[in-house]
């Protein structure tokens, strides 16, 4: 029998293919991560419900910078009138640390959320868990806005979108530092582009 080969229009056409997908993905998830940045939530917009996305903790229970100006700015939208209830999600780092959510709560408490606007999702590990772990705690919630870092708000919409969760978004308004704020990107690029292509496999 004679052996069958793969013709080389057909060869040379999957693996440009191959290498058209990653060149064209990554700068459309760049442009995707940097669109993301204004948020796409109103001015004045009221909602039933914010959700904070966790960051790192420090040490055992120290917020880190991240934590700092996703907590203060959903709890300056809750004094405003604009969030009726704050939901902190994100887990531990490691055992002997606070989880991220219980963190966040402590801080918002600490500038005047009452602890019956207060709930926390303790278990995740990724925006991805946030997302789907919440869920639970979202059915009651007529509106939803999503609160983190600029940076990252363009993956939240995509995996939010993923996880059939209609939700707007706003961003921090603090300082970052550009080092760490061109790091992040960098990130997040890559971050987007895999959550982008993964459900084609």
């Not at 052996?3 to 056409?13: D, Q, S």
């Not at 910078?65 to 996703?70: A, D, H, K, S, T």
């Not at 704050?86 to 055992?95: D, V, W, Y």
């Not at 709560?105 to 789907?132: F, I, W, Y």
Request: charged share 20%; proline share 5%; with cysteine.
């Amino acid at each position: 029998m004679k052996k069958r080969t793969i013709p080389l229009r057909l060869l040379l056409l999957v693996l440009g293919i191959g290498l058209l997908v990653p060149a064209l993905i990554v700068p459309y998830s760049a442009w995707k991560v940097l669109e993301g940045f204004s948020g796409t939530a109103g001015e004045q917009e009221h909602f039933a419900c914010g959700l904070v996305f966790g960051a790192a903790v420090h040490s055992v229970a120290d917020p880190g910078p991240g934590i700092l100006r996703r907590v203060r700015t959903g709890v300056r939208l809750y004094h405003a009138g604009r969030i009726d209830r704050l939901i902190f999600t994100g887990g531990r780092g490691n055992t002997s640390q606070q989880s991220e959510a219980e963190v966040m709560k402590s801080v918002a408490g600490s500038l005047g959320v009452p602890e019956e606007d207060m709930l926390t999702e303790e278990e995740s590990s990724s925006t991805q868990e946030n997302l789907r772990n919440t869920r639970p705690l979202l059915d009651d919630c007529t509106s939803i806005v999503g609160i983190s870092d600029p940076y990252h708000l363009g993956r939240i919409g995509l995996l939010a979108s993923h996880e059939g969760i209609s939700l707007k978004l706003f961003p921090t308004d603090e300082h970052i530092t550009q080092p760490f704020l061109l790091q992040s990107i960098f990130r997040e690029t890559l971050g987007y582009a895999y959550y982008k292509v993964q459900p084609w496999f």
